[in-house]
């Protein structure tokens, strides 16, 4: 049985305040029910004061939006995972449909990252999915997985079973556009059988693959029932404390 997964990306946003502040409502609108892992996400500069705040809770794990695969060095601006793990970073975000397109990232400096992610015990969540132009080209199942190839090349099965997938088409991020669940369970499904095949049915139906896209309240039970949808990254509606938390609330009526 694969644990359901909802993660907070709060790309650039939120300053220290705001984040104590988030926390002051999201931990009491969250309780103590740990059915659902919730992660999440803040920008660089707070993850030292948010993982302060989580210290003592266990509802709640952290994450980091991006790293650098070297261990140390002349890479100005970057961050590297062992800067994370002194931070008691759990879950690192790697290949974001944004750090792709525009920051350059391919699947190779992607794939880069998440080895060296897993090598210190860092448990990537590898981000995938196509444009609109590719989904009214039927492109969709070629780039997932031209996408799965090179970003998890390399994995030992282990190591995939430790990787979160998360499928975000890319017309659906920040766009108020949703996937619907049969759009979505389709691509969720032919990213567990592409798994299957490249390593082995085990590993592949213990793999979390996660849904973002304009995830919100109102959408999340009937995306979150889908068979092969396991989670949700969410951007925009993160940023809402009590809409985060009804996001989480939403999932764990499910499991109930
Ligand atoms: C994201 O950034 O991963 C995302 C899914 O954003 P949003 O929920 O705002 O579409």
């Known amino acids: 049985m694969r644990k ?118 860092l448990r990537p969540i590898v981000c995938i999915g196509e444009t609109l132009a590719e989904r009214d080209g039927n492109q969709v199942e070629a780039v997932l997985e031209k996408q799965i190839r090179g970003s998890l090349a390399g994995l030992t099965a282990d190591q995939l079973e430790e990787t979160v997938i998360a499928y975000e088409p890319v017309w659906a991020i920040g766009t108020g556009r949703t996937a619907t669940p049969e759009q979505a369970q389709a691509a969720h499904a032919f990213i567990r059988k592409m798994l299957a095949q490249l390593w082995n049915a085990d590993a592949a139906a213990k793999v979390r693959i996660q849904y973002g896209g304009s995830v919100k309240p109102s959408n999340t039970a009937s995306l979150m029932s889908q068979p092969d949808i396991d989670g949700a990254l969410v951007g925009g509606a993160s940023l809402d404390p009590r809409g985060f938390a009804e996001i989480v609330q939403e999932t764990r009526k499910l499991l109930a």
């Open 4 to 121: 359901k997964i909802i993660a907070a990306n709060w790309k650039m946003n939120m300053t220290l305040g705001e984040s104590e502040a988030f926390f002051e409502t999201f931990l009491l609108e969250l309780g103590e029910d740990r059915k659902v892992e919730v992660v999440v996400v803040p920008p660089f500069t707070a993850l030292a004061k948010v993982g302060e705040i989580l210290r003592d809770v266990q509802t709640v794990k952290l994450g980091a939006q991006n790293m650098h695969w070297e261990k140390s060095g002349a890479f100005t601006g970057e961050i590297c995972a062992g800067m994370l793990r002194e931070l008691f970073v759990h879950y690192v975000v790697l290949g974001h449909s944004e750090r792709r397109t525009l920051f350059g990232e391919s699947d190779e400096i992607v794939n880069k990252k998440t080895l060296a992610a897993l090598a210190n015990s």
